[in-house]
C-alpha cells in the first residue's frame, strides 16, 4: 500500500466540499453591492432590463442619461427608471444628505426602478447601487437583476 490509499478519502471529501460549496455559494449568494446599505430586502425572482432603459421623472430635465447596448430580444421585465430629487439645488459640502431609496418592482406588463433622493448626490448614491445589481448575462445576451423584487434604504455610514 503507498500513500495514495491513506489520502483518498479526506481528498474525495475535500474536492467533494469545494463543488458543494461553489454550486451553493452561487445559488444562494446575495449580489455585491458596496457599500452596504443600511437595510435592504430583496426576493428571489430573475429581471431582464431593456437596453433603451431611459431616465424619467424630475431629474431627466438636469441632462441625466441612463441605457444598455441594444439587443434583439422584444419583451423586457423593467423597461422604466425614475429618479426623484426633492432638493435639486444643494450643494456638496460636509453633512450634505446623501441618502436614498431605491426600489426595483415587477408589476404586470412592466416593470419599474425609482430612486427617491433628497439631493442629487442621493439619487448618484441610489445610481451607483443600482448599476451594481445589474449583471450581463452572456448566453442570453441581456442585463439581469437577481433576486428581485428589491427596497434599498442607502446612506453613507461616516
Not at 93 to 113: C, R
Request: aromatic share 16%; net charge positive; charged share 15%.
Amino acid at each position: 500500500m503507498g500513500w495514495c490509499c491513506c489520502y483518498k478519502p479526506t481528498l474525495l471529501i475535500i474536492v467533494f466540499t469545494f463543488f458543494f460549496s461553489q454550486s451553493f455559494a452561487a445559488k444562494f449568494s446575495l449580489p455585491f453591492v458596496w457599500p452596504l446599505p443600511a437595510k435592504f430586502s430583496f426576493g428571489n425572482q430573475t429581471l431582464s432590463v431593456d437596453p433603451t432603459l431611459s431616465l424619467i421623472g424630475n431629474a431627466a430635465n438636469n441632462g441625466y442619461s441612463f441605457g444598455f447596448v441594444r439587443t434583439d430580444k422584444a419583451a423586457y421585465d423593467v423597461n422604466k427608471l425614475n429618479v426623484v430629487v426633492h432638493n435639486k439645488t444643494e450643494e456638496l459640502q460636509l453633512g450634505v444628505d446623501e441618502s436614498y431609496n431605491l426600489f426595483i418592482t415587477k408589476a404586470i406588463g412592466s416593470g419599474k426602478v425609482t430612486i427617491e433622493a433628497n439631493t442629487v448626490f442621493g439619487a448618484l448614491r441610489g445610481l451607483e447601487t443600482f448599476s451594481q445589481l445589474c449583471s450581463f448575462d452572456y448566453s442570453t445576451k441581456t442585463v439581469q437583476i437577481y433576486k428581485a423584487p428589491w427596497s434599498i434604504q442607502g446612506k453613507p455610514r461616516f
